[in-house]
């Protein structure tokens, strides 16, 4: 019996990262749109909650949201498939700032949405 189950952790041990247990690859990235701010939006400076739908054939495993380079927090759970992130930002006023985040799922299969978001004066 032991070495059954030693020989069936050792096969699990040969399977290539991003593969369940089926041994199939994983090969799709996950899904991301924003669902506030959405792009184009003309906000005031302030404390707002960054909200982004992500989705997976499989799971997401986190969001990162960014404000241009500067990342804004890392998410590892959502309600459903949303995932939120508050923040205090947009306090140049008369700016445009991009907003990026990024959905991963554990392979790690990546991609991203962007909005441009402008603050009124």
């Known amino acids: 019996m032991r ?3 030693a020989a069936a952790f ?9 593969c369940d247990s089926s041994g199939t690859p994983d ?16 906000v ?10 992500a989705t997976d054939d499989r799971a997401v495993d986190f969001v990162v949201f960014f404000v241009g380079s500067e990342m ?6 959502a309600q459903g498939d949303t995932y939120r992130v508050a923040v205090e930002c947009f306090s140049d006023t008369g700016h445009v700032y991009q907003l990026r985040a990024f959905a991963y799922d554990k392979t790690p299969n990546g ?6 978001v ?3 004066r």
């Open 111 to 116: 991609t991203c949405a962007d909005a441009i």
């Open 44 to 53: 005031s400076p302030g404390v707002y909650t960054l909200t982004a739908v």
């Open 27 to 42: 090969t799709v990235a996950p899904e991301i749109s924003w669902v506030y701010p959405h792009d184009g939006d003309t």
């Open 72 to 77: 804004l927090g890392l998410v590892h759970t």
């Open 118 to 120: 402008y603050v009124r």
């Open 10 to 18: 050792g096969l699990l041990a040969l399977l290539p990262a991003g």
């Open 3 to 5: 070495f059954l189950l």
